[in-house]
């Protein structure tokens, strides 16, 4: 008897780590996730531990494995192990001893804000965007290494010493279930590079005039090496874990991830993942497209030669986040899934715009110096308000990012593809349909982020062996939200944003 194949995937979010095993229908036989600690130590910084990312994983692995092994199966039949990551979180180590040096920068985190406005008076900032598709900010990986470089004493030693090694938590991750300096795998893939800022668009490998005008000298640090999305040796295989031997043969940042999960394979489709922060990935085709209004250019895949694509990105820094707020710092509501009944005790937001500009506002807006701010509080205000403003602010942001991702596509989006914690809220995608004039597309599973690094560690080893071999994954049981406002009333609102957006401008400038 022939016995069917199965692909694991790793998923490593900002705010838990996952192991999902997928059959060959896309779906779901087996799940472990575990929450990880959070450290914010200072105002607007955010790490966290790598070797608690490490043992989460792990522990994930093993956690799903049993689950896996009590339904029959055996873990030989998981062929291939596909990872999936939160993107820009910096992590550096001694390449002597894989020690990692600091926490992790999380890429939420805004200390390097001044390092960031001086960079921006170097002359050349502005024509960063064209060679790496991003713009300055505190978002990138860069400004998190070179705030590293210049303030903590371990990772100048390192640096000073050559032995400093550089890494997105993809890498992290694939060095270290390798099992670290003995076996030296330090990799990464092109939709996770082209987060560093270090990357050429173009070329998909890291571009010395890039590296010179950061001023980072290439022989002080070593860099994950640019290999494919979709590879069979580069990222080795499972050192530990009840998977030991397993290859890793796949490899995207998550927003990557869940746009492949969508099954986003051709130009003008799009999805949006509303995780920690919210992303919206459009694919352009395969050459990139330069954003002139406030997006950014970022790999989409690169499954190699007629499979690489480009995506233009609308990035929301807090999107369920504020909705984690909500619970653990004012104690509003007891879990996330409560959000929407809070929402529906009110029939509107009573007036109140909350602008979660917690790490500044990202697209388009970028505004560094914004935090978060609620207008409009009165007498009359309820937390049900509050609750309604707060998942206002996400479908807002959406709606921002859809008129300016219109300028620069020239096509309007005609659905939205969406995926990510916040999507369980019928309610938050109601209010994203009425927002933006189109109907919202959610699919019964939803987990994309791993179905895509699954995708691509199938692609890889034969478990599929082309996007039409896909065409019956996560296809059924979709939901369609249809918008139920007038557009007049859409702009209405959407520009009572706007000038809340405007009003929160400038907030730290005196600092
Ligand atoms: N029913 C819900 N309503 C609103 N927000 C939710 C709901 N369920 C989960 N969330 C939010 O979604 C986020 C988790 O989504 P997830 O896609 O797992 O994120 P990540 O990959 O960033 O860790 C949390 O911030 C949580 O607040
Ligand atoms: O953890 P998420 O799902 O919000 O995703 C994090 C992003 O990759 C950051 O760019």
């Known amino acids: 008897m022939i016995r069917p194949t199965f692909v ?95 926490n992790a920068i999380v890429w939420t985190d805004t200390r390097s804000q001044e390092l960031v406005r001086k960079l921006k008076h170097r002359i050349g900032s502005s024509e960063l965007i064209s060679r790496c598709g991003l713009p300055l900010s505190t978002y990138p990986s860069i400004s998190k290494l070179l705030w590293l470089i210049e303030n903590v004493i371990e990772v100048k030693e390192a640096y000073e010493k050559g032995t ?69 040796e580069a990222y080795g295989s499972l050192a530990s874990t009840s998977l030991k031997g397993t290859k890793i043969t796949g490899c995207l940042g998550d927003q990557s991830a869940a746009l492949v999960g969508q099954k986003g394979f051709t130009a003008g489709l799009a999805k949006n993942t509303y995780g920690t922060g919210c992303f919206l990935l459009y694919n352009v085709g395969p050459k990139p497209v330069i954003s002139t ?33 909500l619970v653990d710092n004012f104690g509003f509501i007891e879990s996330s899934s409560k959000l929407s009944a809070l929402a529906e005790e009110v029939e509107d937001n009573g007036g109140c715009t909350f602008v979660t500009a917690f790490s500044g506002l990202f697209a388009p807006y970028w505004i560094d110096d914004a935090r978060g701010t609620i207008f409009g509080i009165t007498s009359y205000t309820q ?35 969406v995926d990510g914690g916040m999507c369980n809220s019928d309610l938050i995608m109601q209010t994203q349909s009425d927002f933006i004039g189109i ?20 692609l890889a080893v034969g478990v599929w062996n082309s996007f039409e071999d896909l065409d019956n994954v996560n296809s059924e049981g979709r939901t369609i939200f249809q918008p139920q406002i007038s557009e007049a009333e859409a702009s209405k609102r959407f520009a009572r944003w706007e000038k809340a957006v405007q009003m929160s401008k400038g907030w730290l400038n005196d600092e």
């Open 8 to 102: 694991g995937a790793i998923d490593q979010g900002t705010t838990s780590s996952r192991f999902l095993i997928f059959n060959q229908r896309g779906e779901v036989v087996a799940l472990h996730q575990l929450e990880f600690q959070q450290h914010y130590p200072h105002p607007g910084w955010h790490e966290h531990d790598p070797e608690e990312l490490i043992s989460s994983v792990e522990a994930c692995v093993d956690g799903a494995v049993v689950e896996f092994e009590k339904q029959g199966h055996t873990r030989e039949q998981i062929v291939a192990v596909g990872i999936t990551n939160q993107r820009e979180t910096t992590v550096v180590w001694d390449k002597t001893t894989g020690k990692a040096l600091h």
């Open 164 to 232: 400093l090694a550089f890494g997105t938590v993809d890498s992290w991750l694939a060095y270290k279930l390798n099992g670290g300096a003995a076996r030296n795998i330090h990799v990464t893939d092109p939709s996770n590079a082209s987060r560093t800022m270090l990357m050429n668009l173009e070329a998909l490998d890291y571009d010395s005039e890039l590296i010179d005008w950061f001023r980072i000298d290439p022989k002080k640090v070593t860099l994950p090496k640019i290999v494919r999305s979709s590879d069979t």
């Open 293 to 325: 209004h406030g997006l950014l250019t970022t790999v989409a895949f690169d499954f190699g030669e007629g499979k690489r694509m480009y995506a233009l990105e609308g990035s929301i820094a807090v999107a369920g986040s504020s909705v984690k707020f």
């Open 383 to 417: 937390r049900g308000h509050i609750a309604r403003a707060t998942l206002e602010a996400t479908c807002f942001q959406t709606q921002a990012i859809l008129r300016s991702m219109e300028k620069d596509s020239g096509k309007p989006l005609t659905e939205l593809a």
């Open 439 to 458: 109907p919202v597309n959610r699919p019964a599973m939803r987990e994309t982020t791993a179905l895509g690094a699954a995708i691509a560690a199938g």
